[in-house]
């Protein structure tokens, strides 16, 4: 069953692989206004971290606007995926802008590091980019748990040359990739469970964060760098940040915090600009701090300890 669903998704990918992205884009934006009416738990979560998030700073009007955009927008990124997999380099240099190019060195230097993303833009365009500061990659990504997805989310990363890692029990793995001066993809901004993160600053919460890539940063003492993606004005842009300041600190706990913290500080002034083109839809505040159990669910006035 799992193989014949794989194989008609596959098929669905390569039909609306046909259609141009000026037809699939306005389609994907009004599933996700569908979505968004017919979905209410996810509409739920949305706007609930995005008050939350924001707190006094939006109006309830402008909350439920950026919940319904952001399901737009994530309309048409499901369907444009099927145009991005069609991409050759040639065409994406064509089709996507590129920022901060300055920040990738040339090839025979390049010494290998972690590269973090997040789910903001289009996910997959970052996979696309491929080696930044490394000579070969690797995308580092959870298991989906309908099996069918999670082939085709495997194929089309490995359709780019990319070697796909699950995210638990990689770490060895991970460090000898960097240390062969390959480069390794992460996408770390979603809720994890306190035994697994750190908790730092994230819009002005309390945030528990995954540790993952300041232990690959002290493990390897190669560069981290920042990427991200968004669309405007009809096009795809593609921006390579600065590597991260890591200067030395003795305390490996503290150097653990520091750069957790400089991730996610990025990140949050990067949503700031385009809030709507972020994955509000996941339980970004699910994990508190300071409680019995870890994981607490958000009601309409913050936190609350949800048992079980």
Known sequence: MNQAVYRLLSLILKVLGLIPPSVLRPAGRALGSLVYRLYYRYRMIARRNLRFAYGDELT???????????????????????????????????????HGLENVPPYETRQGGLVVAFHYGHPVLNALMGNIVGRSTMIVIRRFDFRPIDLLIKRILGQWGHRVAP???????????????????????????????VFIHFF????????????????????VVPVYNYFERGRYHFVVGPPFDL????????????????WNTFAEAVIRRRPEQWWWLHNRW???????????????????IAPH
């Open 60 to 98: 309830e009007a402008r909350v439920h606007a950026l919940a319904r955009d952001c399901f737009r927008h994530w309309g048409q990124v499901l369907l444009e995926t099927a145009w991005i997999v069609t991409l050759t380099p040639a065409r994406v240099r064509r089709q996507v802008v590129f």
């Open 167 to 197: 995210n638990r029990g990689t770490l060895a793995d991970i460090i000898s990739t960097i240390n062969d001066r390959g480069t390794v993809g992460l996408m770390p901004d979603q809720d994890v469970d306190s035994d697994r993160g």
């Open 204 to 223: 002005g919460r309390r945030t528990c964060s995954n540790r993952g890539p300041a232990r690959i940063r002290l493990a390897t003492g190669k560069p």
């Open 247 to 262: 200067r030395p600190e003795p305390d490996r706990t503290k150097a653990v915090d520091r750069v957790t913290q400089q």
């Open 286 to 304: 699910k994990t508190r701090p300071y409680h019995l159990w870890p994981r607490a669910k958000l009601d309409k006035d913050g936190p609350r």
